[in-house]
């Protein structure tokens, strides 16, 4: 099972820099993502975690927390799609940005299915990068 490990890190007010890599964490490749595209489901995160329901669907938000991640030119899917067969980690670390501490990346959808339903599944995981 391979590691794709997401390291998000503040780079501006509204700005996070996504880092992705496999191995080498000195061999990432990375994109800037905008945080007011999610802002209201970084709201929604921080008010209802720790309660039992979340107002929103799950498959509506799973979908635009992938969506967000993806971005216009679509490089994650293509990178789940090679390590389909062994199984994948998602390691998703979000370097002291609180404000995403709470986002479900365990509800992330792809359009077609959660990606904890692929058999093997995409298993999402927090990281704390070193």
Request: glycine letters at 4%; a negative charge; proline letters at 5%.
């Amino acid at each position: 099972m391979q590691t794709l490990h997401l390291d998000l890190k503040l780079i501006a007010e509204n700005y996070v820099e996504l880092r992705y890599f496999i191995d080498n964490p000195n061999e990432y490749q990375k994109r800037s993502l905008s945080l007011s595209e999610i802002a209201d489901l970084i709201q929604l995160a921080e008010r209802d975690y720790y309660v039992s329901f979340f107002p929103e669907d799950y498959t509506v938000t799973g979908r635009r927390l992938y969506d967000w991640l993806d971005g216009s030119d679509r490089w994650l899917q293509p990178l789940l799609d090679k390590y389909r067969r062994e199984g994948i980690v998602l390691a998703v670390g979000t370097r002291l940005i609180a404000s995403l501490h709470h986002l479900p990346w365990e509800v992330l959808h792809d359009g077609v299915s959660f990606l904890v339903q692929r058999i093997p599944a995409v298993v999402p995981v927090r990281w704390v990068p070193c």
